[in-house]
């Protein structure tokens, strides 16, 4: 039996699940019996997660794109609506972060590309999307935010803005498609292992974090499908942080006033 029976047989289009967060969030609505699109710009990383559902028993297909291109996004949306139907859940997960530079190593070409990954495929992506939906009366979108929209990363400068940019999207896009029935929310992951961290590099980040370990692509999961479905129908314009309580902190734990390892132990609780 499944989590969220209404998700069944959705069509769910997850962009940048060819890896990481997008794959975990693409095998979970496949295990609840939607009809997943895996979307990447590598052909060959969409293929692998499809492949991962179908052996399962699941449905995914795979839909490469690059999503800052629109010529790209248009035959991706042309491909699924002649094979599926149209996309009832969007989940804009695309993402890129590197290469990483300071401000003052970076140029126009380096800004462009990761405002026109992060920020614009998530424009493209939902405007293609957001008719369809608008004409059937219903569907959702699902952005992907980061704790750089409202605190800073260093040598992020470009990440963060786009980032920034994607939860003031959620919110002017919530107050435009909501008379039709589509709402918009966004996921704020916080530090996921998306790239198979060492136990000393996942201890060290853990201890900044106040539940005490670094997130798992799988932590993602919950919170979107719980965004995707029927259950969260009267949540729209919303920002769902996934970080362990990181933004909570007004320092990290190793420069607190009172560090997690000057907490009562188990014994003297």
């Given at each position: 039996m ?36 895996v ?8 293929k692998?997660t499809?492949a ?8 995914a ?6 999503v ?8 991706m949306?042309?491909?699924?609506e ?16 590197s290469?990483?530079l ?7 070409t380096?800004?462009r590309r ?44 470009a ?14 896009l919530?107050?435009d ?22 136990p ?70």
């Amino acid at each position: 039996m499944t989590l969220y029976p209404d998700l069944e047989n959705k069509i769910v289009l997850v962009t940048g699940s060819g890896s990481g967060i997008g794959k975990a969030q693409a095998l979970r609505f496949a295990a609840e019996k939607s009809q997943v699109l895996v979307n990447d710009i590598d052909p060959e990383a969409a293929k692998q997660t499809c492949a991962e559902a179908n052996a399962n028993g699941f449905s995914a297909i795979p839909v490469p794109a690059d999503v800052s291109n629109s010529e790209d996004v248009d035959q991706m949306f042309n491909q699924i609506e002649s094979e599926l139907g149209e996309v009832q859940i969007l989940v804009n997960n695309a993402g890129l972060v590197s290469p990483m530079l300071h401000f003052f190593e970076a140029d126009e070409t380096w800004w462009r590309r990761i405002i026109d990954v992060n920020l614009t495929g998530h424009f493209l992506c939902a405007h293609r999307a957001a008719r369809p939906m608008a004409r059937s009366g219903e569907g959702v979108i699902i952005n992907t935010s980061s704790g750089g929209a409202t605190r800073a990363h260093r040598s992020f400068t470009a990440y963060d803005a786009a980032k920034g940019g994607i939860e003031a999207f959620t919110r002017a896009l919530a107050l435009d498609l909501g008379p039709y029935g589509i709402r918009v929310n966004a996921v704020m992951p916080g530090s996921i292992d998306t790239s198979g961290l060492t136990p000393d590099e996942r201890k060290l980040r853990g201890e900044n974090i106040p539940m005490g370990r670094i997130g798992e692509p799988a932590d993602m999961t919950g919170p979107t499908l719980f965004l995707a479905s029927e259950q969260s129908s009267y949540i729209s314009g919303d920002v769902i942080k996934v970080d362990g309580g990181m933004l909570a902190q007004q320092r990290s734990a190793t420069v607190d006033i009172m560090p997690p390892d000057g907490f009562p132990t188990i014994d003297e609780i």
